[in-house]
C-alpha cells in the first residue's frame, strides 16, 4: 500500500534550544551590565568633582527629575505631541518614497533622468529647511512636518530604489515568457525582491523622523519634547534637560526594538531572518 509522504516536522533538539537561551541570557546580562556601568560612571563624575554638578547633575538627581516629570500629566502630552509629529511625518514621507522609488526604479529612463537630482537633494541637511518651513507655514507643525518628511524620504526612497534594481534578470526574464502581467510581476517578483531593502529602510527612516521631530520643536517651537527641554535650559534646570534627553533616548531605544520586531516577523521567510537557524 502506497503511503502519501507527510510534511517531515524538524524539532529543535534540546542542546540548541539550551545554548540559544544561554546567549539571549548573556546578551541581557551584559545589556544591564553595561547600564549599570554607565549610570555610575555619570554619578562619579560630578560627585569626585570632575565636572561642574551645575551644568552636569549626578544621575540620581537627574532620575528623579525624570520621576517627577513622569507624575505631571503636562509630560505626558508633550510625549504624544512628539510622537505624532514623528507618525505623520515617517507616514508621508514611506508612502511616497516607497510609490516614487518603485515607479523610477522599474523604469530604467526615469533613473537615469533623475540621478543627478538625486544625488544633489540628497546631501542637503534637513534643518537647512527650517526658515523655508517657517516662512511656508509658520510655527506649525506642518513646519515640522517638512523637514520631518524631507529627512526620512530618502532613507525609504534610496532603499526601495535599489530593491526593486535587484530583481534577478533570470527571473525577470521567466516571468515575461510565461505571460504574467506587469501587475503580478511587481506582486510576486519585484515586491519579494524589495521588502527587505523597504524593511531596512523603514527602520532607518523611523529613527531619523523621530530626531528630525525633536529638532523641529527645537528651533520652530511647535509643542513638544523638544521645546520643553529648550525651555528647561532656558530656565537653568539641568536636572530636567538630561531627564528629558533620557526620555528621547528612550523612545528612540523603543521605536527601534519595535521596527526590528516588525522587519523579522515581515522577513520571516528570507534568508537574512532565517540564516542562523538554517544549517
Not at 34 to 54: A, N, S
Not at 110 to 134: G, K, M, N, Q
Not at 216 to 238: C, D, H, K, T, Y
Request: charged share 15%; proline share 5%; glycine share 8%.
Amino acid at each position: 500500500m502506497a503511503v502519501a509522504d507527510a510534511p517531515m516536522i524538524v524539532a529543535t533538539p534540546p542542546r540548541r534550544r539550551s545554548a540559544r537561551r544561554m546567549r539571549t541570557l548573556r546578551k541581557f546580562a551584559l545589556g544591564v551590565a553595561g547600564v549599570v556601568g554607565f549610570l555610575v560612571t555619570w554619578q562619579l563624575l560630578p560627585t569626585l568633582g570632575l565636572v561642574d554638578p551645575r551644568y552636569f547633575p549626578s544621575a540620581t538627581t537627574t532620575l528623579a527629575a525624570l520621576g517627577q516629570e513622569l507624575r505631571d500629566l503636562e509630560f505626558w502630552r508633550n510625549v504624544w505631541r512628539t510622537m505624532t509629529a514623528w507618525g505623520i511625518g515617517l507616514a508621508i514621507a514611506t508612502v511616497l518614497a516607497t510609490v516614487l522609488g518603485t515607479v523610477i526604479g522599474l523604469v530604467p529612463f526615469l533613473r537615469r533622468a533623475t540621478h543627478t537630482t538625486v544625488e544633489f537633494l540628497r546631501p542637503i541637511p534637513s534643518v537647512a529647511l527650517i526658515p523655508l518651513a517657517i516662512l511656508m507655514f509658520g510655527l506649525r507643525i506642518e513646519a515640522a512636518l517638512v523637514i520631518i518628511v524631507y529627512a526620512s524620504f530618502w532613507q525609504v526612497f534610496i532603499q526601495v530604489l535599489y530593491g526593486v534594481a535587484d530583481v534577478d534578470t533570470v527571473a525577470r526574464d521567466t516571468a515575461r515568457s510565461f505571460g504574467l502581467s506587469r501587475g503580478s510581476r511587481i506582486v510576486n517578483l519585484v515586491f519579494p525582491t524589495a521588502l527587505p531593502y523597504l524593511m531596512t529602510g523603514l527602520r532607518l527612516a523611523a529613527a531619523v523622523a523621530l530626531i528630525l521631530a525633536i529638532t523641529a520643536e527645537m528651533f520652530i517651537g511647535n509643542p513638544g519634547l523638544g521645546r520643553e527641554i529648550v525651555f528647561a535650559q532656558s530656565a537653568g534646570n539641568w536636572p530636567t534637560v538630561y531627564a528629558l534627553v533620557i526620555v528621547t533616548g528612550i523612545l528612540g531605544l523603543l521605536i527601534n526594538l519595535v521596527f526590528r520586531a516588525i522587519e523579522r516577523r515581515s522577513l520571516a521567510w528570507h534568508q537574512s531572518v532565517r540564516g542562523e537557524e538554517v544549517l
